[in-house]
């Protein structure tokens, strides 16, 4: 069983590709929409747990392997908490590594980067990007469409929150599939945390340009990530 979670500035959308070929081979998988309007908690990230742990309502009790792209990464210990499902592998996609008491905004490299991120806000909104934007980016047309449908506006303080990282976690083998030079020093963290660290040269989107091939390395990295 796969769990495919989002970054909180994008949708679904991103894992869908990926998830449509899992799901040609006969694996289940379940792609949570994080801005489910139902989900319950104070914090954004206690919303975006709890649209994970109704995705898995009725799912039959067996391992999951959690794989996050993006800034949907930090979410992993807290979701894996919540889950009544034992945790298989973590796979962190061109994401964000959990750091107990940070918030996204503190993992950045720098503290410019991070101020340049504030400062795009308006009104305390990060405005989406466009489909323009995404131009070059991601290559095929209908692809883009998809994934720009589902941006929206982003509260800044998703980004400025705390997300909770449990004593004694990782509790499960992790690995690191880096695509960008964005998440360079992330991938070099994974590496410094004696993890699998497999490299495919792309940018930032390269799960929805070319899904087949990142999910045969996916794969791959469950198979091969030894047990702790």
């Not at 489910?36 to 919303?47: D, F, H, L, M, T």
């Not at 964000?96 to 991070?114: I, M, N, Q, V, Y």
Request: proline letters at 9%; one cysteine or more; charged letters at 25%.
């Amino acid at each position: 069983m796969w769990l495919l979670i989002h970054s909180p500035l994008t949708g679904p959308a991103v894992w869908e590709p990926a998830a449509e070929v899992l799901r040609e081979v006969g694996e289940e998988v379940r792609v949570p929409d994080l801005h489910n309007p139902s989900a319950q908690g104070e914090a954004y990230w206690e919303r975006h747990v709890s649209t994970v742990f109704q995705a898995c309502m009725g799912m039959e009790e067996q391992p999951v392997v959690l794989a996050a792209h993006s800034g949907g990464g930090v979410l992993l210990p807290a979701i894996a908490k919540k889950l009544p499902h034992p945790v298989k592998r973590y796979l962190f996609v061109d994401a964000l590594l959990p750091e107990k008491g940070k918030s996204r905004l503190e993992l950045f490299d720098t503290p410019d980067e991070a101020e340049a991120f504030r400062q795009a806000a308006i009104n305390g909104l990060l405005p989406p990007w466009t489909e323009e934007d995404l131009n070059g980016v991601i290559a095929d047309s209908s692809r883009r469409r998809m994934v720009a449908r589902e941006l929206k506006p982003l509260p800044l303080a998703v980004y400025e929150e705390r997300v909770p990282c449990f004593q004694g976690w990782p509790d499960a083998p992790c690995g690191y599939l880096h695509f960008s030079p964005v998440y360079n020093s992330q991938a070099a963290k994974a590496r410094e945390r004696g993890w699998p660290c497999e490299h495919i040269e792309g940018n930032h989107f390269h799960l929805v340009n070319d899904p087949v091939r990142v999910v045969k390395r996916m794969q791959e990295m469950v198979k091969s990530v030894v047990d702790m």
